[in-house]
């Protein structure tokens, strides 16, 4: 009797630290890349503050929320650029001529784009082998 209380407390605690576990990792690294944004964006949100009137008591959250929205709004100016043929062209002959001679440009980008489902990764089809054979 003791020895099946005994597992079942272990087993139940076991279960919960799998569930709890990656929820807490998750949460931390949300924790860690919103912090990030929010350092990359604060120039951007400090231009923003003393550039726009903003009321006093929400400066501090809209100010953020402008600097994203001009940076979503850039990615997709850029997009949009991009998707014509001399856009294409400029950001091929850029990408060749200064880009793709930085160091770890080319893993980055290939990241990136693994990231996005825009390549599929090298490990991700299945083949046959007969090893022994």
């Not at 139940?12 to 964006?41: E, N, R, Y």
């Not at 060749?96 to 980008?109: R, T």
Request: some cysteine; overall charge positive.
């Amino acid at each position: 009797m003791l020895n099946r209380i005994k597992t079942f407390f272990k087993t139940t605690l076991l279960g919960g630290v799998i569930i709890i576990l990656p929820v807490v990792i998750l949460i931390l690294v949300f924790k860690w890349l919103f912090g990030m944004v929010f350092d990359a964006i604060q120039p951007l949100a400090k231009l923003a503050e003393s550039s726009i009137p903003l009321p006093e008591e929400n400066k501090q959250y809209i100010a953020p929320v402008i600097a994203l929205a001009v940076i979503v709004i850039a990615c997709f100016l850029f997009g949009l650029f991009v998707k014509t043929r001399l856009g294409l062209m400029i950001y091929s002959a850029f990408e060749h001529s200064f880009l793709s001679k930085a160091p770890g440009y080319k893993m980055i980008k290939e990241t990136v784009n693994q990231l996005l489902g825009k390549k599929n990764s090298p490990f991700s089809s299945v083949a046959l082998v007969d090893v022994f054979g």
